[in-house]
């Protein structure tokens, strides 16, 4: 790197690929980039097999070296039908063996281009820094000499979350003087490992007992966090995973058993009360199960399976216990729904503000899909749009209350306005063509709202031009009256911290590229949308009594009280196989 490299976002990581892939040689023949389809459609998969591949540490050389050995293999000792009409035919699984290698070989050819690429903009990505460690250690025995001198100890906490850059910074630290034993000490849970997206590998718990032998191992069996049964439910559940150090060392012992008082106890109670007229016919729950969670002190630790024939149903379940706990004096926040994503519970959370229940996002969500930010997208789109297609977007915003209030715009002023233009296009002359919205507002008398409005888009249009971009997006924020209807509802902080950080947003855009022009934001706002990448917003925590909304994934380590584990029958989406084949 040059100078002092920067960070590339998801964003910037992404145009690269792109732009890569649509300069790959057109006379090739690409299995990475579809000749009838959009070149780029596998950019993202790409870009999730790279980040795979550094957290690894495979570089393209390696990859390339591994794909031509198994390659080499195949051919030599190719498998065949060994009966039937096709005995003596190279096997499918052959073909498909020989594929995969293939397409690790272009993969390898992209990701080193996507490397030089980088290199050349003076930007690293996260997995970079974990390689520049590993690769300066490689080089350079006196770093490592000096790194142990100051660091005699090294704890290790989350082994199991680990990948295989990192382990090999412990295994050339570790293993630096032959003599000399290290002092490493690592702790971690196969069972808790829930970072496999992010190339963590629970066999980094094995390769450390095979790279130091004179482990000591110690395993903790005592809970002092769940109730007797939660436990017994969780390892009746993860029994059932083989690959479970447990399953492979007689070694090991990790029944857990509970430790702790009846404070801690009552830990961990299901929301289960009345629930016989939501479950599903035929099903069979037990006596105790038709009981008040709050009668029984047994029944209330034991973890409860609930069915119901509809989601509509489990929705219902849910609101009914939590105003229920909520009429019995207990406190919102100690009451937590757990679920796969933030799209299970949509309308969950819009029921309980419909009903008053004060309820809070846990994790971050997507600035973009913050409902304040939607109307700032769509603000931009009517300022950047010349032709028809901003017609719609125009028409929904003059329906909205805070510019007919900017622009002193009555109702009934809007609606004979539109009704104006939908006459034109359904009675108008075909001899003359069909007026814009923008056409038709500027025919309007000047001291006219929605004249007034229209020439203000064209303002802020020539603002987006004349001025750097941050500074007339707060301009054409504040002018619309949008700034004062967000300001002027303490009841939503949400959508204050929300209209400032799509300002950072969007600032820090413009920051990487300092010649950032309206119609690039709005390319680069499309582009997080197409592939899904995520604007993380954290919500404010102002609520101090409210139901906690989170990811199961993001529950790790936290305690409720009344805890419900649902919508666990939905699947947000298919997950698409992983490019890198092995």
């Not at 920067?6 to 964003?11: D, E």
């Not at 017609?391 to 329906?399: A, R, S």
Request: charged share 25%; with cysteine.
């Amino acid at each position: 790197f040059n100078g002092s490299p920067k960070q590339a976002s998801q964003l910037a990581q992404l145009k690269i690929l792109k732009q890569i892939l649509e300069e790959l040689d057109p006379a090739q023949k690409w299995q990475l980039r579809p000749a009838n389809s959009r070149k780029d459609m596998y950019a993202k998969d790409i870009l999730k097999a790279i980040q795979f591949l550094k957290r690894e540490d495979i570089l393209p050389a390696k990859l390339i070296l591994g794909a031509d050995e198994i390659l080499k293999d195949l051919q030599v000792n190719p498998k065949l039908y060994v009966k039937g009409e096709r005995k003596g035919q190279i096997h499918d699984d052959q073909l498909r063996a020989e594929n995969a290698q293939r397409k690790n070989l272009e993969l390898a050819h992209i990701y080193e281009l996507y490397d030089q690429e980088c290199r050349r903009q003076n930007l690293y990505d996260y997995d970079d820094m974990i390689l520049e460690v590993v690769d300066r250690l490689h080089k350079d025995d006196q770093l490592a000499y000096e790194i142990l001198e100051k660091l005699q100890f090294i704890l290790v906490d989350e082994y199991q979350d680990t990948n295989g850059a990192q382990n090999k910074i412990l295994e050339i630290l570790g293993q630096l003087d032959p003599e000399q034993q290290p002092n490493i000490f690592a702790v971690g849970d196969d069972d808790q490992a829930i970072y496999s997206f992010q190339g963590a590998n629970v066999e980094n718990i094995l390769f450390f007992q095979q790279k130091f032998p004179q482990t000591k191992t110690i395993v903790l069996t005592e809970n002092y966090r769940s109730t007797q049964p939660i436990l017994d439910l969780a390892m009746d559940s993860i029994g059932h995973n083989s690959q479970r150090l447990a399953a492979m060392s007689s070694a090991i012992n990790k029944n857990l058993h509970a430790v702790g008082g009846q404070g801690l106890v009552s830990r961990g109670q299901s929301l289960g009360l009345d629930s016989q007229h939501f479950a599903s016919s035929g099903q069979n729950f037990s006596s105790d199960a038709q009981n008040s969670a709050h009668s029984d002190q047994d029944l209330a630790t034991k973890p409860q399976i609930f069915n119901f024939a509809h989601s509509d149903d489990e929705l219902a379940w849910i609101v009914q216990q939590i105003q229920s706990l909520q009429a019995a004096g207990e406190n919102l926040a100690d009451i937590a729904i757990m679920y796969r994503t933030h799209a299970d519970v949509k309308l969950l959370t819009h029921v309980l503000d419909k009903l008053g229940i004060a309820n809070k996002l846990a994790s971050p969500s997507n600035l973009l899909d913050e409902q304040v930010v939607l109307v700032i997208r769509q603000l931009l789109q009517v300022v950047a749009y010349t032709d028809l297609s901003r017609d719609n977007l125009l028409m929904q915003l003059l329906l909205r209350d805070f510019i007919q209030s900017a622009f002193s715009l009555s109702k009934t002023a809007v609606f004979s306005f539109l009704t104006k233009y939908h006459d034109q296009q359904k009675f108008g002359n075909p001899a003359y063509p069909i007026k814009t919205l923008m056409d038709l507002a500027l025919e309007l008398e000047p001291e006219n709202g929605v004249h007034i409005f229209v020439e203000k888009l064209i303002e802020w249009q020539a603002n987006f031009f004349n001025m750097p971009i941050t500074e007339a997006l707060i301009i054409m924020l504040d002018q619309t009256g949008l700034l004062r209807d967000v300001y002027g509802k303490a009841e939503k902080p949400d959508q204050i911290e929300a209209v400032n950080a799509f300002v950072k947003f969007v600032r820090d855009l413009n920051l990487s590229n300092v010649a950032l022009t309206l119609t690039e934001l709005l390319a680069d706002i499309q582009l997080y949308v197409e592939e899904e990448l995520t604007v993380p917003f954290q919500q404010p925590n102002l609520m101090q009594d409210a139901v906690n909304l989170l990811t199961v994934h993001a529950a790790k380590g936290l305690e409720y009280k009344y805890v419900s584990v649902s919508y666990t029958h939905l699947r947000a989406h298919e997950t698409k196989a992983n490019l890198v084949c092995r």
